[in-house]
């Protein structure tokens, strides 16, 4: 039986504690904050609930494997998961919608051609098949193991892809030879597979833009994320996603996992030349391995243990995304037939982009992803409704959401471009929170109040993550910044990955 503290109680923190447990390990979790979660929050008030994090499940199976192996009760006996059906209504500029089923890759199509015409369809298949090529070439090494020795393996050249990578390097040839080939990203990919139509180039690429990923920068392999959301099927948790957190800390609990709450971390202990324990406010905490599900990036910033590249001081400044999100509480139901998931494209993609990666000012009309569940938990009766608009935002250190008065007009410009693509909101406001990336770096401790971006084979390993075995012997690494990258499935299998590395007692 090894000693283990797991530093943060975030849902990787959570995941790697229970299974930690559940092989005989005697784990501590320390939390600088009050309560576990970490971005899967909530927001309480007047009988009015919501998720301040992600609300939507891609992948359950993540979820499910995790309930089986640390207890006996299957992930359906813990929380109620509830395929969204339709998936998802999209609004365009030009006033074109269209209405997406549920994993469902032939009535995608169907839509597709009945919104933009024929033929339509049949091209995005076309996408969705190489997206199918990459999720079999890099399901394994990119979600369910360790992240090999030799990065080289997941750039576009990747081994496991030769002959079947459907976004080769192009060969040059003559003078063409002595610049560097440029890969292939979901820009390149609408150009040339879409045609360049704006409503399938929006579709392809809005999954990506979540994490704050631009056309232009995502790498072809992107095409992994929707095919993943339209062949797995995208899920909700009756009671929102915090129930999912609150049922994996229950989890905890039965496996005699001790919790340490307001606790953080000031430094991992290294002796000896490997992790013993870690420093807190109320002294040190011996250990024989130290898992951090901190934001990896603000760990080593904030000088919990040493970098093992350059010092943090000299780190280049990388543009990094954070969610804006407006939560209403709403008068009158819900009209009835409403979408669960509605998303409202920018109305200038290029603005949008900028603004992401040229330290501009926030986009005026972004896309918007609008959350409105059919949840009675989740509002006061059916005389209300509870609704969360979120957009992609550039984080804290791009943008200072702090000054006064500036999050709440920006609030208004998403309140004001929802409604002009028909939803009508705004008259219906009893009230609003209004959260930025700020709220997020102060709940979570995440680095600018970033959203973590998921690990994505191509350009050169550059979108690959940390690590799990960290250079110090003894201290692992977990989490959204550390491999396989962000959302709510892939810290999950951060967390498999890491105790599987450990092994039992």
Not at 222 to 242: C, D, H, I, K, N
Request: glycine share 10%.
């Amino acid at each position: 039986m090894a000693k283990i503290v797991v530093i943060g109680a975030g849902m990787s923190g959570l995941a790697a504690a229970s299974r930690l447990a559940t092989l005989g390990h005697r784990v501590t979790v320390c939390e600088a904050g009050g309560t576990y979660g970490g971005m899967v929050g909530r927001y309480e008030r007047e009988g009015f609930a919501f998720d301040t994090g992600p609300g939507l499940l891609t992948l359950p199976a993540v979820y499910r494997d995790l309930a089986l192996k640390t207890g006996k009760e299957p992930l359906e006996q813990l929380v109620e998961l509830a395929p969204v059906d339709p998936e998802s209504r999209h609004l365009f500029p030009d006033g074109t919608a269209v209405t997406l089923p549920n994993a469902s890759r032939g009535g995608v199509s169907q839509a597709l051609d009945a919104a933009f015409g024929a033929g339509s369809g049949a091209r995005w298949s076309a996408v969705m098949n190489h997206g199918r090529t990459v999720w079999e070439a890099t399901r394994r090494p990119l979600l369910e193991e360790p992240l090999p020795a030799e990065r080289g393996v997941l750039s576009p050249a990747d081994r496991a892809l030769v002959g079947t990578d459907p976004y080769p390097v192009p060969p040059r040839t003559g003078l063409a030879r002595l610049r560097r080939a440029q890969p292939w990203s979901l820009e390149h990919v609408a150009a040339r597979e879409l045609d360049g139509h704006p409503g399938l180039t929006a579709l392809l690429c809005e999954p990506a833009l979540r994490y704050g990923f631009t056309s232009a920068m995502a790498p072809a392999g992107a095409t992994v994320l929707p095919y993943m959301e339209q062949s797995f099927g995208v899920w909700y948790v009756r009671g929102g996603l915090r129930a999912l957190a609150d049922a994996v800390y229950r989890r905890c609990e039965l496996r005699k996992v001790a919790f340490r709450f307001d606790t953080p971390v000031t430094r991992v202990v290294v002796e000896g030349g490997r992790a013993t324990g870690v420093e807190t406010a109320d002294g040190r905490i011996d250990a024989d391995l130290v898992v951090s599900a901190m934001d990896t990036d603000a760990f080593y910033r904030h000088g919990l243990a040493e970098w093992p590249g350059l010092p943090p001081e000299e780190w280049e400044p990388v543009e990094v995304p954070g969610r804006f999100s407006v939560l209403l509480a709403l008068r009158g139901p819900r009209p009835e037939g409403t979408p669960h998931r509605t998303v409202v494209h920018a109305a200038d993609p290029a603005a949008e982009a900028n603004a992401l990666t040229l330290s501009a000012p926030p986009c005026e009309r972004p896309t918007v992803q609008v959350l409105r569940p059919d949840d009675p938990a989740l509002r006061p009766d059916d005389d209300h409704e509870s609704v969360v608009l979120t957009a992609t935002v550039p984080a804290q250190d791009e943008v200072d959401w702090t000054v006064p008065g500036f999050a709440d007009r920006y609030a208004d410009r998403l309140l004001a471009h929802v409604d002009a693509a028909g939803l009508g909101l705004r008259e219906r406001i009893l009230w609003r929170v209004v959260r930025t990336p700020e709220d997020t770096r102060r709940e979570t401790g995440a680095l600018f109040g970033a959203v973590a971006r998921p690990a994505l084979a191509g350009s050169a390993g550059s979108w690959l993550k940390a690590a799990n075995e960290s250079p110090v012997p003894g201290l692992y690494l977990i989490g959204g910044n550390a491999h396989p990258g962000g959302g709510l499935a892939r810290v999950g299998m951060s967390a498999c990955i890491t105790a599987g590395l450990i092994g039992p007692a």
